[in-house]
């Protein structure tokens, strides 16, 4: 009992305090060189950067667009089965989910191309983190009230069960080129190993009861679902097994998984960054266009048929001569055999959910120099990095989309950007999306000397009340980074 | 004068960043949660027309039956049944006074209890009797403790006689609404 409270408290603190993938300050904030993780085509002005290892880029983000942990935890002096089923049963529906997603970058690196230095390469390495689960309204339902009194005649939906998660570790490479003064695309290389993943997307079906044809009800369920899981066993039997070893166990497979070991796959990334005139800017990303092949430590669940029951049936004269005892067993080794369910290890392909960033940017203020000259930034080069136009100020929109099990997510940026020299960027963000509609956030970038630290937080107002926050999220990260030969 | 413009932003992002704060939070609330659904099924469908009826004879049992029935004393099912109904329903359109009976056995086969149906010849509608279980109800070790059904199906009219309804039948539907606490 106490372990399902814990579970559930991590559930929906977790969620609630950590959201969606969308790092809308991150992006585009080009002082800073974890924006070419999210725009692999961003304008970059370093000669070379090198992240503190672990702790150059770290993210977590959680979000729950339905119920918060203070709409049920609040010490308000509510019954908590009346606020669970006002808060979460009457309100919440199959469109609204928990997610959390958290990144670790376990090693970065960017250079600028010795011989071509309109190229900078980077590479590195990060751990990721992606949950979502989506409200299973019916099946909810069917728990707490049951499929009797008002809710004879209901079809409860299966299709609503619909979750997916993953944990892997991305090794990358990618290539950021200064087409021209006004044009700089990139793109990058991506090779996930999986640590684990699971997946249930595809479920459909109904559970029913109705007046019968023949007795006063009839029960039917139609039923295609299926929970796709892969290097999930693995742990689980593990920790089941519970020997003096388990923690050195889980370690060695963790550490495996993470070092290639366990199912792999591939992907990329591309974007562009093109100024349509010395203040305007457009930018344009797409992440995680990629897949893995799940072929290890695989273990799957299927259920699949229909079948309807009116309870024991006998008609007369057909059944007289039936002395059999066991019809109650018999039915419901017909129902079993109706709905043919059961594991298996077939291996299956999970797709990553790709992700899409676009934005436009207006430059302004008392033009100068750039700050970051000596950079040799290749097409920039001639001029000493100096030749484009440099202003304090930047105000813009962007668009972020996401594909999730149940349809392309999205978010629509304002912000507004400052700039204090080299020492020192202010980016401040208004996000809509399905969690807040009153999302603020605030991203800060402080350059002293070579030491580069970004803190990035979003949906501040959340922070009086973090338990009641639908969304939030942080970011940050030290790296070292040069403009020059030093 | 710039630095300390630059100090005092920084000082401000952080603590916008780091002040945040929460109410308090009681998690205990959660062991408070019921959770009481009610299910509802379909249990045992008989029929017969008339013809087998008067084959079997007058003033006889023309159908009797023992099943076997663990859905009851499912150790789930003993263990969180709160309360329920079970619902009988006779609609006789043969041309008899007919009684149904239901027992219920435990696993050696003692009865432990009886519920007797007696409807009449047609024309006499659709009949219904709801047997409640639990608070104000039959005790639910009843059902707890029931291993299997004995259904017996008696005639107390003749062998001869052929009611005017098109097919007639003696139909016994029984279902079951039970609430559980699943906690």
Partial sequence: ?486 | MKRSFYLLLCITAALLLSQSCTEPQDFSQFEDLSITPTLATGLFYMESDEETINEAGSLVTFYSQTVNFDAFNEQYVAEHLIEGTITYEIVNTTSKQLRITIEFLDEAGNTLDVEQFDVEADPSGTNIWEVAYGPGGKSLDILANTSSLRITAFNFGDASSVSAQTEPKIKFKSAAEFLFRLK
């Fill in chain 1, 1 to 486: 009992m106490r372990g399902r409270f814990y579970f559930l408290y991590l559930f929906l603190f977790g969620s609630s305090v950590l959201c969606a993938q969308n790092k809308e300050l991150l992006y585009d904030f080009y002082e800073i060189p974890q924006s070419l993780m999210i725009n692999p085509g961003v304008k970059t002005s370093e000669k070379w950067h090198v992240g503190i290892p672990v702790i150059s880029g770290l993210s977590v983000q959680g979000a729950t667009s339905g119920v918060t942990v203070n709409d049920l935890f609040a010490n308000d002096g509510i019954d908590f089965t009346t606020k669970v089923q006002e808060r979460v049963l009457d309100a919440m529906t199959r469109k609204d989910d928990f997610s959390t997603t958290s990144q670790i970058e376990g090693i970065t690196v960017g250079f600028r191309g010795k011989n071509r230095p309109d190229d900078y390469y980077s590479f590195g390495m990060y751990g990721e983190t992606d949950i979502i689960v989506y409200w299973p309204r019916d099946l909810a339902l069917l728990a707490f009230e049951g499929n009797g009194g008002s809710n004879i005649g209901r079809s409860f939906d299966l299709g609503d069960l619909n979750l997916r998660g993953e944990m892997i570790n991305v090794f990358h490479f990618g290539i950021n080129r200064k087409m021209t003064e006004s044009l700089t695309v990139g793109a990058r290389a991506k090779l996930y190993s999986s640590i684990f993943q699971f997946q249930s997307i595809k479920n459909s079906g109904s559970f029913r009861t109705t007046v019968g044809q023949d007795n006063i009800y009839v029960t039917s369920i139609a039923a295609d679902m299926q929970l796709q899981t892969a290097g999930v066993k693995g742990f689980y039997d593990i920790v089941e097994e519970d020997t003096g070893t388990t923690k050195k166990d889980v370690t060695s497979l963790f550490t495996n998984r993470v070092l290639l070991g366990g199912n792999l796959g591939l992907g990329f990334d591309a974007g562009f960054s093109y100024q349509l005139t010395p203040q305007t800017t457009i930018t344009g990303s797409i992440l995680d266009v990629g897949f893995i092949y799940n072929s290890k430590d695989v273990w799957n669940y299927n259920l699949n048929g229909s079948a309807a029951t009116e309870g024991i049936s006998v008609y007369l004269p057909e059944d007289i001569d039936n002395l059999n005892n066991d019809l109650w067993q018999e039915l419901i080794d017909d129902i079993d055999a109706a709905l043919p369910h059961g594991e298996n290890q077939q291996s299956y392909i999970s797709f990553r959910p790709v992700k899409a960033y676009g934005s436009i940017r207006y430059d302004f203020g008392e033009a100068g120099g750039n700050p970051f000259n000596n950079c040799g930034c290749g097409v920039n080069e001639q001029g000493g990095g100096g030749n484009r136009d440099y202003y304090p100020n930047s105000v813009g929109g962007q668009l972020f989309m996401m594909k999730r099990p149940r349809g392309v997510q999205a978010a629509l940026t304002g912000f507004y950007q400052k700039r204090f020299g080299r020492v020192l960027a202010l980016k401040t963000t208004y996000t809509i999306d399905k969690y807040s509609l009153t999302n603020m956030g605030l991203g800060l970038n402080l350059q002293a000397g070579p030491v580069n630290f970004y803190i990035l937080g979003d949906n501040l107002l959340g922070y009086s009340n973090i338990a009641d926050s639908h969304y939030a999220s942080l970011q940050f990260g030290i790296n070292i980074i040069s403009w020059n030969d030093n």
